[in-house]
């Protein structure tokens, strides 16, 4: 069973940080293209940022990039997302995704991930 669990959301004003990481249990994660999706309300899913298997392809949607950095650590079975110069619309839950690839490179569809995490909430005030 695999299970990701995101942590680091919270309620910041706006330009400032955080830093939301997702921790992978019970799957090879190494295996695993990683992404980051958010959904506001009223509005679909997006794909924030994603990262292959070897953190050799990486994805920005471009509202976010210059502020937003995807990382990974293969040895602790995590991927981060440091949010830096944080706007009012970068409100949002925010869900860790992991899509099992023999590939390594990076998808985009929410359909291409196999697993999910519950979400952490993401509140940037004017």
């Given at each position: 069973q695999v299970q990701l669990v995101e942590s680091g959301g919270g309620l910041v004003q706006a330009g400032g940080s955080l830093r939301l990481?997702?921790?992978?249990?019970?799957?090879?994660?190494?295996?695993?293209?990683?992404?980051?999706?958010?959904?506001?309300?009223?509005?679909?899913?997006?794909?924030?940022?994603?990262?292959?298997?070897?953190?050799?392809?990486?994805?920005?949607?471009?509202?976010?990039?210059?502020?937003?950095?995807?990382?990974?650590?293969?040895?602790?079975?995590?991927?981060?997302?440091?949010?830096?110069?944080?706007?009012?619309?970068?409100?949002?839950?925010?869900?860790?995704?992991?899509?099992?690839?023999?590939?390594?490179?990076?998808?985009?569809?929410?359909?291409?991930?196999?697993?999910?995490?519950?979400?952490?909430?993401?509140?940037?005030?004017?």
């Amino acid at each position: 069973q695999v299970q990701l669990v995101e942590s680091g959301g919270g309620l910041v004003q706006a330009g400032g940080s955080l830093r939301l990481s997702c921790a992978v249990s019970g799957g090879t994660f190494r295996r695993y293209c990683m992404a980051w999706f958010r959904q506001a309300p009223g509005k679909e899913r997006e794909l924030v940022a994603a990262i292959s298997r070897s953190s050799g392809s990486i994805y920005y949607e471009d509202s976010v990039k210059g502020r937003f950095t995807i990382s990974r650590d293969n040895t602790e079975n995590t991927v981060y997302l440091q949010m830096n110069s944080l706007k009012p619309e970068d409100t949002a839950v925010y869900y860790c995704a992991a899509d099992l690839t023999a590939l390594d490179v990076v998808r985009e569809g929410y359909w291409d991930y196999d697993y999910w995490g519950q979400g952490t909430q993401v509140t940037v005030s004017s």
